[in-house]
């Protein structure tokens, strides 16, 4: 793993009320190096409730290779909320294309409900969007996202003391303390609208939009509560091509950032 890298830059896409915050990084090569790097830059869409810091360590791989740009999604991170009733993953998707600024092409990479975001970016804008790959989609049956959207809360975070020992006190091996602080303040920054994008990806009916998906994408599943999920995902999306890592466990971009980096 590379680590997270020193060159990131932030800013903002988009007018006010509506700017969509983002971190990118990447620095082209010349000479000898020139001819391993990928013109087309990678845009990497995070799982709920994080934002674009997620991807942090992962960049420090990917930027050796390409120019990526990782954006928080609306209402997460730095970026605006969507000010609506039953925001949808289409909404998300839409919002998001002003990372599209100025790019004549650009590839995707998803995680979580992430994936969604990509797919139906691809779907909105098709000759924008060059190659595809997607970890771990939570591509659920009707009766398991109704049943999760029924334990979705809303309101502010209340139970900040217990989200707080299970995001650092009882973080994963393989993240330190001051990593896992950081990420577990970014996801309050939604506040009582930190349901928002959980909602979305469970009314987003996989069974129904997938199959009509009619393009090239990668699937990569790793050992995670999506495996069984990730797998119905590329049964049920026609040009699928997965690819099973058993061998990657959580946290996946934290310890195993350059394993999912040489996949893409």
């Known amino acids: 793993m590379s680590g997270r890298p020193n060159n990131i830059e932030k800013g903002y896409f988009g007018e006010s009320g509506r700017q969509v915050h983002f971190r990118r ?41 390409r120019t990526v740009i990782v954006p928080d999604c609306p209402g997460y991170g730095g970026s605006d909320r969507i000010e609506k009733p039953d925001i949808s993953i289409s909404d ?4 998001l294309a ?25 779907r909105i804008f098709p000759n924008i969007v060059g190659d ?16 999760q959207t029924s334990k979705l809360k809303t309101g502010l975070p209340s139970d900040i003391g217990g989200s707080y020992d299970r995001a650092v006190t009882q973080r994963r091996a393989g993240i330190n303390e001051d990593r896992a602080f950081e990420l577990w303040v970014e996801t309050l920054r939604s506040g ?18 997938f199959p009509d998906f009619d393009r090239l994408v990668t699937v990569i599943a790793t050992q995670s509560g999506l495996l069984e999920a990730t797998r119905q995902a590329a049964e049920l999306l026609p040009k699928a091509n997965l690819i099973e890592r058993l061998d990657i466990l959580p946290p996946t971009f934290e310890i195993h950032a350059n394993d999912i980096a040489d996949l893409i």
């Open 25 to 65: 990084s990447g620095s082209k090569k010349i000479g000898a190096e020139k001819a391993k790097w990928n013109e087309t830059p990678l845009l990497c869409l995070p799982p709920a409730p994080h934002s674009g810091a997620f991807f942090e360590s992962f960049i420090g791989d990917i930027a050796e290779k």
């Open 92 to 95: 998300y998707a839409n919002r």
């Open 98 to 122: 002003i990372c599209f600024d100025g790019l004549s092409k650009v590839d995707l990479f998803g995680f979580h409900s992430g994936t969604l975001i990509a797919i139906e970016m691809a």
């Open 132 to 147: 595809i790959t997607l970890v771990d989609i939570p591509c659920f049956n009707k009766s398991v996202r109704d049943t």
């Open 192 to 209: 009582r609208f930190q349901s928002d994008l959980f909602r979305a990806a469970f009314a987003y009916d996989c069974e129904k939009e």
